[in-house]
């Protein structure tokens, strides 16, 4: 009920047998012009049972009450074993005012949004929630996981999930990983939920959102996989490897390097070449090690390692490693033993060569694994995961200098992919990403958020010229797509434009600019460009209310 009292939409809610009243929230009451005394002597029957009825044979039912012409929309409640009816009141003149565009909200959050009561049944389940469930939400309102994923996994859910925030009401976060039957795959969430409260403080149920993270979790995976098999294939290279930081401290250090040293993994790591061979050793050492990074280019040198009874040599390679920055900040090194072929230069040549190998294994492995966590996989753009890294930066070095950010969103796609399938759905996603691409400079910062939604940073660029760009941008995708596709509906695009001023550096404010301004322009019909008003979002938020 705290629910229904904190909503700007009116609601009356009474019992279904004689309508009888439950709850009406303070807006229903500012409507309908009620003090305390009426709402108190109120027979709620002059408008239920006429209302209801119409409700019998349409989705809602219109009445006219105190010169009020209003929209009534039913929905049936159970609370405690009692059916009650739910009534959201609007007038007519104001279509946006009403539960349908709340719930509408809800449907269209890319999350899956649910409520359950205290028995762990579901009240509430939004469209996605329902798709999962391939299920209408009347056939989910009143069931609980266990009818849905199973006796096993709704039970585990309940215990471990859901338990914490009904009986301790508690606020979680966390990942969960369900098996859908009727899918017979493995899903990964991460999960928000919070408990609801009554009247009198006491908790009623939860409120969860959850967001499919299966193909994250996927990639996670397989970077793990990579990194697995990386691993071995350096355990088991036939060479000493190892990586070192500025102060030659050792960062990584495979098996074989390990055994040499005789000490455990732990008792190395973090450790520089005094640390671990003394000074006049270490010192040998250290001097090839900074000439890498005062080089700043490969060396390869003849070291010796020194041992009670013996002296061991070996061939070393260290390789100057290049951050995100352009700075050399570390180096790998790969030693070869080379005792006993010190004075076979054959062998030492053969020994090169198998080196070389390795560092190009091991630079592709890199190369690759580094591309895979920056970019996306189907349109070559930069990914979400790279752009709120790169942000940072920009931002960073704006240098009281305007920005601009464009959020751009495919219009109508999900009729594309219904209607055209799912493999012309993901070409028009890679000629909305080549024309992004080639219309940009080099230094702008170009990305797939997520979907069919697109980020631009233009960077030195104020809010006019950042329109034009935007303007350009959307006239070049229709004409590419009506020229590459002339059967099928020329592609368009919704576009946001937002300045981050010259003394502002919140991105988040921005991006809340920038997604107000290209929900304006699908409000406008869509397929053009919108610029966000100068005015606090916070103002743009009343305004759109």
Not at 41 to 47: A, H, L, T, Y
Not at 79 to 93: F, V
Not at 209 to 220: C, F, G, M, V
Not at 533 to 538: A, E, F, K, R
């Amino acid at each position: 009920m705290n629910i229904i009292n904190q909503l700007k939409q009116a609601y009356l809610i009474v019992h279904a047998s004689d309508f009888r009243q439950v709850n009406i929230n303070p807006s229903a009451c500012k409507l309908l012009k009620l003090n305390a005394e009426k709402i108190l002597n109120k027979d709620w029957k002059e408008i239920f049972v006429p209302a209801f009825t119409q409700s019998k044979v349409q989705d809602f039912a219109e009445l006219c009450y105190n010169g009020l012409n209003l929209k009534l929309h039913f929905s049936t409640l159970e609370m405690d074993g009692e059916q009650l009816l739910a009534a959201h009141l609007e007038p007519q003149k104001k279509p946006m005012a009403n539960a349908d565009f709340f719930y509408s909200l809800l449907d269209n959050l890319g999350a899956y949004v649910f409520c359950k009561d205290k028995d762990y049944k579901y009240t509430y389940a939004n469209q996605l929630v329902c798709e999962l469930f391939k299920k209408p939400a009347s056939e989910i309102i009143g069931k609980t996981d266990c009818d849905f994923f199973g006796e096993e996994t709704g039970k585990k859910l309940r215990l471990e999930h859901d338990s914490p925030i009904i009986e301790h009401g508690k606020i979680t976060k966390h990942e969960e990983r369900n098996y859908i039957p009727h899918l017979d795959e493995y899903r990964y969430y991460l999960s928000v939920k919070k408990p609801l409260f009554d009247d009198q403080g006491n908790v009623n149920g939860l409120f969860g959102i959850s967001i499919d993270i299966t193909e994250q979790k996927n990639l996670q995976k397989k970077n793990f996989d990579n990194e697995q098999e990386l691993s071995t294939i350096l355990d088991n290279a036939g060479a000493y490897i190892f990586i070192k930081d500025r102060e030659c401290r050792f960062t990584y250090i495979n098996k074989r390097t390990q055994e040499l040293f005789q000490l455990e993994s732990d008792q190395i790591i973090g450790k520089n070449n005094e640390e671990l061979l003394g000074d006049v050793q270490g010192e040998e050492f250290s001097r090839t090690d900074r000439q890498v990074f005062t080089g700043g280019k490969r060396l390869t040198c003849i070291e010796t390692f020194q041992l009670p009874d013996c002296v061991l040599y070996y061939w070393t390679v260290k390789i100057p490693l290049i951050n995100e920055d352009g700075q050399i900040d570390r180096f790998i090194g790969i030693s070869t033993d080379i005792t006993e072929q010190k004075e076979l230069e054959n062998n030492l040549l053969t020994a090169n060569k198998v080196l070389n190998e390795k560092v190009s294994e091991i630079t592709n492995l890199k190369n690759e694994l580094q591309h895979q966590a920056s970019y996306d996989v189907l349109t070559g753009l930069y990914n979400r995961r790279y752009f709120e890294q790169e942000i940072e930066r920009i931002l960073s070095q704006k240098r009281n200098k305007p920005l601009v950010l464009l959020m751009i969103d495919a219009d109508n796609f999900k009729r594309v992919n219904d209607q055209y399938g799912h493999g012309t759905g993901d070409e028009a996603l890679k000629l909305i990403a080549e024309v992004m691409r080639s219309e940009c400079r080099s230094d702008d910062l170009v990305c797939r958020y997520g979907g069919e939604e697109f980020l631009i940073i233009l960077a030195n660029t104020d809010r006019d010229n950042g329109f034009i760009k935007s303007e350009w941008i959307r006239q070049q995708i229709n004409i590419r797509s009506a020229k590459l596709s002339p059967e099928l509906p020329t592609l368009s695009v919704s576009i946001g434009i937002a300045e981050l001023s010259v003394d502002e550096d919140d991105f988040d404010q921005l991006y809340k600019k920038a997604d107000y301004a290209m929900y304006q322009a699908k409000k406008q019909g869509r397929n053009c460009c919108v610029l966000a008003p100068l005015d606090d979002i916070l103002e743009q938020e009343k305004l759109c209310k």
